[in-house]
């Protein structure tokens, strides 16, 4: 079975552009969060989703937005890139509410410049 | 708000040998789940361990085990029989038991490197 995949794996964006980042959970899994890992700290909840709709949202501006498809796959949007949004993106599907963990992804890495 | 405190940033240990990774956590909460999980250089984080926090028996995944003391906030893992494989960032988890949100809180790691 495939595991949680990330798309891209890495990009690069100039301040101020827009960016999308997809997410692909395990079959079957309904729940899908993002985090941001900056380097050197540990990830950094944004955004969780069952069944379609928010659940949560972490202490992100609202330039951060996110949305999941009926098919469980997700998207997380940033506009007006800051050069402080360069991080590691990481998806984490589950199939309930993450009682027993959560699966991750390997994420990716954005660059602001 | 729940916090988890990681005060090891680097941890060493020979091959074969065991080595006990610390974290602390603050809540006022009952009902909750605490995890360990690995990050290695690809980037993916695993998860390693899982501990539910009504229960009093440790967890164990092979070399993995927890010591889990409920009253003083404190969840370490320890690993047995160290492999060149255990050289990762060791990150500590806290989830919420209820709540609409279920969201992970880390810790800041701990970058364990396993001597041959």
């Known amino acids: 079975d495939a595991g949680v995949t990330q798309s891209p794996t890495h990009l690069i964006k100039t301040r101020g552009q827009h960016v999308t980042l997809r997410c692909s959970p395990i079959s079957g899994h309904k729940s899908v969060s993002w985090y941001q890992q900056v380097l050197g700290q540990g990830p950094q909840f944004i955004f969780q989703y069952y069944e379609k709709e928010e659940r949560g949202r972490g202490n992100f501006p609202d330039r951060f937005s996110a949305r999941q498809f009926p098919n469980y796959s997700s998207e997380l949007n940033v506009n007006a890139l800051l050069l402080g949004d360069s991080a590691l993106y990481l998806c984490?599907?589950?199939?309930?509410?993450?009682?027993?963990?959560?699966?991750f992804g390997s994420g990716t890495r954005l660059t602001v410049v | 708000a729940q916090t988890v405190t990681q005060s090891q940033p680097e941890m060493s240990v020979q091959e074969a040998e065991t080595v006990t990774l610390s974290c602390t956590y603050d809540t006022s909460e009952s009902d909750y789940y605490l995890f360990w999980y690995k990050q290695p250089p690809s980037r993916q984080m695993i998860l390693v361990i899982r501990?539910?926090?009504?229960?009093?028996q440790n967890a164990t995944e092979n070399r993995f085990s927890v010591n889990f003391q409920k009253a003083a906030k404190s969840f370490s893992l320890k690993i047995s029989d160290s492999q060149l494989g255990d050289a990762a960032m060791y990150f500590c988890a806290y989830r919420s038991g209820g709540g609409a949100t279920n969201k992970l809180i880390f810790g800041t790691g701990t970058l364990l490197a396993v001597q041959p």
């Open positions: 501990q539910e926090a009504y229960k009093q």
């Open positions: 984490a599907s589950s199939t309930g509410q993450g009682a027993y963990g959560y699966t």
